[in-house]
C-alpha cells in the first residue's frame, strides 16, 4: 500500500515537534514553476529523505528552507517559528545547516583549519583574528569533528590532499558545527565510489541521537538506508509519502522516478 501525502492542518501542540513546516510553498521564476503549493512537515529528530528525478523541486526547495531565495508564496516554519522572511544567517544562527552538491572548502588549508573556522563561525566572538592557543575551545571541538566522520588521522592533511570522499566527510563535518538542530544533505554521496558510499552511510547512521537531518539523494541505496521517511517530488510537488520500503514498492513511484522495482 503506498502511502499519499496528505495536507492536515497543524495545531499548536503538534508545532512544537516539528522542525520543518511547508505550507503553500510555491517558487516561480518568470514563467517557470518549481514549485508548488508545496505543503508537508517534517518532525524533530526525524532522518527524512527527499527523493525525485531532476528538475522535481528537491534544489530549490533547500534553497527556500536556507533563505537563498526569496519565497514566491506560502510559509516556512522552523521548529514552530515562521522563518519565511528571515535572511540566511539568521536561520544558521537558529540552527539550520545545509551542504552543497559542490564542495566549499578552504582547500589551501588543512582539515583543523577548515574545521576551526566553522566552529569559529557559529560562535561568539568569531570576527577575532587573534592565533588560537593550544587549549583553544574551539580546536578541541574541531578534533572531536573530525572523528565523528573518521577524519581524525587526516587532522593536518591539506583539504586539497583529501579523496573526493575524504571531502565529502569533512563537508558533512563542517555542517555539525555549531550544535545544528536540523542539516539539509545536498547530494552526498555524488561522485563517491561504492566503498565511499558504505562509508557515508556508516557515518550518516553513527550522527548523534537526537540530530535530524533531511537528504536529497539520487542514490537510491544510500537514501533508503539512512531515511526514517520519505518525500517523493514531482514537478515541483509532493507525490508521495512514506516509509522506505513503502516508497521502494510503490508502482506510481517507480514508474515515474524509479523505472522498475529497485533492488
Do not use: C
Not at 574541531?142 to 587532522?155: G, N, P, S, Y
Not at 544510500?222 to 508521495?240: C, P, Q, S
Request: aromatic residues 6%; negative net charge.
Amino acid at each position: 500500500m503506498s502511502a499519499t501525502a496528505t495536507k492536515t492542518p497543524v495545531s499548536i501542540a503538534e508545532r512544537a515537534g516539528l522542525a520543518l513546516e511547508f505550507e503553500g510553498v510555491t517558487q516561480v521564476f518568470g514563467a517557470l514553476v518549481a514549485l508548488s503549493d508545496v505543503t508537508f512537515s517534517i518532525p524533530a529528530g526525524e532522518r527524512h529523505a527527499i527523493l525525485g528525478a531532476n528538475g522535481a523541486g528537491k534544489t530549490t526547495l533547500y534553497n527556500v528552507v536556507t533563505g537563498d531565495f526569496p519565497l514566491s508564496r506560502g510559509r516556512v516554519r522552523f521548529f514552530g517559528e515562521d522563518i519565511t522572511d528571515l535572511p540566511p544567517h539568521e536561520r544558521i544562527r537558529r540552527g539550520l545547516r545545509r551542504t552543497y552538491q559542490k564542495s566549499l572548502l578552504f582547500a589551501g588549508l588543512a582539515v583543523e583549519d577548515n574545521l576551526y573556522l566553522a566552529v569559529k563561525g557559529v560562535a561568539g566572538g568569531r570576527m577575532s583574528f587573534r592565533r588560537p592557543k593550544p587549549n583553544d575551545i574551539a580546536l578541541e571541538t574541531a578534533a572531536e569533528l573530525a572523528e565523528l566522520v573518521d577524519l581524525q588521522d587526516e587532522v593536518k592533511t591539506p583539504v586539497s590532499d583529501l579523496s573526493h570522499g575524504q571531502q565529502r566527510q569533512l563537508e558533512i563535518a563542517l555542517a555539525l558545527a555549531g550544535a545544528p538542530r536540523l542539516v539539509l544533505f545536498d547530494e552526498p554521496a555524488a561522485g563517491l565510489s561504492p566503498l565511499e558510499r558504505r562509508s557515508l552511510i556508516e557515518i550518516l547512521e553513527g550522527l548523534p541521537l537526537g540530530l535530524g537531518y533531511v537528504i536529497i539523494e539520487h542514490d537510491l541505496d544510500v537514501a533508503l538506508r539512512v531515511a526514517e521517511r520519505v518525500t517523493i517530488m514531482h514537478n515541483g510537488k509532493v507525490l508521495k509519502q512514506g516509509l522506505p520500503e513503502e516508497i521502494e514498492n510503490d508502482a506510481e513511484v517507480q514508474a515515474i522516478y524509479l523505472g522498475g522495482k529497485h533492488d
